[in-house]
């Protein structure tokens, strides 16, 4: 794409693509509906020079304008470069894969835009069951990795930047930071999206504070599975020290706060994320850890971690004070594995299934550089002046050495105070003859006139947690949800949430005797599955009431009538699944492209009859005692489909082929095409009608394995 430049300074102008602006500058005000290149390294403007102000004039820039599908948006709509004193104000722009990419930017400033709606990828797993290819991979961003999933913003080498006053929502990932040191992030509305709120990699002296981060989660199900899948209101990754983050608003993430040292940590024993700040911060009712932070130094500070799978998640932890903040509800609320000279003092445990757990294992990962140059006892802890109330258990401490713990004290019903294993040595509750934990001192800001907590009581609680297939539910729009996802029985439950207005079934399929037809929201009403084969239930409703903003971001006007509808559907096949084993090193399915060796006979280890394949293996799959690490499997079925289009949706690793009535539909049978640490997805369109017979053939080279195949009809 060749640019023009444009020059001239303090005028009003007009976007179109293709633009180059390098001094201060006001847009029109308008609706820009231009797609970008497909191609990220490019972009519809490029700002570039020193000293410049685009104020956007609240303007709209609108890309990828024939699609629908958010996780097919294309294109970078901003990028501004090797570029100093840079103002953004004021801008619109959804439909991107990334709305503004920054490189190489001193003293950038993005204020009051919204980014909202741009790419999110289409999740997979359901209210029954998770599928392993929503999994999430942050660990390496060297090459901008991160980009693959899109970004709102995506700054690279800015230095002294500022993001105040912008909001993100319905989108994957809202702000992602790659070597951007000492910064600002200040009173930003980054909540309701699939992926990270806040990301930070290789950067450090950062000010992140005052910022609402709630409901950044996929990955849940509630009551029935709790992932999180690597999403986080805030992640910090590979060597980011001394960020200081105070007064966030970040619940009903996947975690609340999720750091790790990086693969840099991980093969030397050296560096970390270390002298991190988490003070006045609230991490209550995420599905996994309220904070997860491991083989690092930090502090946390008056922060407030309820309702948690944990707490604190602080494996490997060293040198970290844990110090006034508030557990509730929490299966555990401090759990730590191999730390060392860890200072827990001063904080409030109120019925949590367990206070806080200390343990080391017998054996360590053997892939792992870390334990080779550290020493990774679970040793020296300071754990004082706490206060514990109705917890099951007050301490679980197992593989521990020099344990201190003194002058707590324990109210309520508990059944074990202290559960400890035999191993436990040096343990006193009176003295501490060393000092714990780190001793930063920090500056406390006060609160600002932008709180981020205000109204947080009205969604406390995991349960208001519901992941649609593009992400959390936000509370703006009519939805039907069901209840009781996981009962076989022929009665399913729902309620119908949304604004203030009335509700009315329009139409319904494979279900009868609904306990009503129409309401006031919110409601709550049942019906009854239709006895069959296939599950497959429609239920089409209309919303008119208040103006709303769809999942999508469209506008709808007050009075309006708005579609909105529950679908379920499951063609069970009758499928016959067969286990083999596998030792690449005397024959490979994937050079060779056949199952088995031709100088070999096999009989499977295992057989299965089953109506759907939904598998994950952990290690390898165990079988009379025999643990086989690699192995083949092999499914034969048949079922009887309803004329029309149908959609195949395969999740796999590692490689994977299916027929239909013989027909190769899928083959990925490469796996070295797929250099993330995922599991892919891939989903094809197939025109069935009557009796077909189906065919999978799966690889499984050691580690981690997984085989789901879903088929649907196509809307």
Known sequence: MLFYAFKASGQVITISSGMRITKTAKVQKAIYKIDAPTDTSKSIIVIEGNNITIDFNNAELKGSNKLKSPDEFFGVAILIRNSKNVAI?????????????????????????????????????????????????????????????????????????????????????????????????????????????????????????????????????????????????????????????????????????????????????KGGCNNNILFGNDFSYSSNNGIEATFSSNFFSDNRMFECDYGIWGGYSFNTTISKNHFRDNRIAVAIEHGQRNLIENNIFSGDKVGIRLWANKLEPSDWGYPKYRDTRSVAYNIHLNSFNNNETVFSLSQSDSLWIHDNSINGNWANYFKIDSVLTTFDSIYTPFNTGSSLKFEVFQPNSNWPFEGAGKLRGRKNIMITEWGPYNFEYPIIWNTNPTDTSAIIKFDLLGPKGNWQIKNIKGIKNISLNKGIFPASITAE??????????????????????????????????????????????????????DTSVHNPITTGTLFSMFERKAPFKTEKTDKLDYAWWGGIKEKGIQYKQFIT??????????????????????VRVYIDEKMVLNEWNPSIYAFDESPNKKVRVNLGGHHSFRVEHLEFGGFATLSLKIKPVE
């Open 89 to 269: 104000k004021n801008l619109t722009a959804r439909g991107y894969k990334v709305a503004l990419i920054a490189k190489n930017t001193e003293k950038l400033t993005i204020e009051n835009c919204d980014f909202s709606y741009n790419y999110r990828q289409h999740l997979n797993s359901t209210q029954e069951k998770e599928d392993i290819s929503d999994w999430m991979s942050y660990h390496h961003n060297e090459k901008d990795e991160w980009l693959r999933y899109g970004a709102a913003m995506y700054l690279k080498d800015c230095n002294f930047f500022t993001v105040r006053n912008c909001k993100v929502t319905g989108g994957q990932n809202a702000l992602m930071l790659m070597r951007c040191n000492k910064g600002l992030i200040e009173s930003n509305n980054f909540s309701f999206n699939s992926g990270i709120g806040i990301g930070i990699y290789r950067s450090s002296g950062n000010k992140v504070q005052y910022n609402r981060l709630i409901f950044n989660i996929r990955g849940y199900s509630h009551a029935v599975y709790n992932r999180g899948q690597d999403s986080a209101g805030i992640l910090i990754y590979e060597q980011s020290n001394e960020n200081s983050f105070y007064y966030n608003n970040a619940t009903h993430g996947g975690d609340g706060f999720f750091l790790w040292a990086g693969q840099t940590t991980m093969d030397t024993g």
């Open 529 to 582: 599955k239709i006895k069959g084969e296939r599950t497959d239930i429609l239920i089409e409703l209309e919303y008119e009431g208040a103006a709303i903003t769809t999942p999508f971001g469209e506008k709808i006007a007050a009075a309006k009538p708005y579609k909105f509808s529950f679908n379920k559907f499951f063609q069970p096949i009758k499928w016959e699944f067969l286990f083999y084993s596998l």
């Open 634 to 655: 092999s499914a034969s079925g048949d079922a009887t489909f309803l004329p029309g289009i149908y959609e195949l949706s395969v999740t796999w690793d590692d490689a």
